[in-house]
Nanobody
């Protein structure tokens, strides 16, 4: 069993920054076996979309809408993944979810609201 717990969401003005964290806990064997960690987001009335991906060795990939503004990173020793979000836009408002292996494991989500 694996638990993913996100933190760091909140209200920020457009142009500002936030850093989300996702801590994995539970079965050490399973946690260490997770190859990719992902951040998804879901805005009201929209489908959940994949925002960023990071592999165990640190390779990353981003949705076009966040490239150059968001950075995903991971600390394997702490079993934690981060999403640094800069130059936030109104359209970044959503619930952000941490996931393992593209949805094998999910966090509960954290709200990010960008105001004008």
């Amino acid at each position: 069993q694996v638990q993913l717990v996100e933190s760091g969401g909140g209200l920020v003005q457009a142009g500002g920054s936030l850093r989300l964290s996702c801590a994995a806990s539970g079965s050490i064997f399973i946690v260490k076996s997770i190859n990719t960690m992902n951040w998804y987001r879901q805005a009201p009335g929209k489908q959940r979309e994949l925002v960023a991906v990071i592999t165990k060795i640190g390779s990353t990939n981003y949705a076009d809408s966040v490239k150059g503004r968001f950075t995903i990173s991971r600390d394997n020793a702490k079993n934690t993944v981060y999403l640094q979000m800069n130059s936030l836009k109104l359209e970044d408002t959503a619930v952000y979810y941490c996931a393992g292996n593209f949805g094998s494991y999910w966090g509960q989500g954290t709200q990010v609201t960008v105001s004008s």
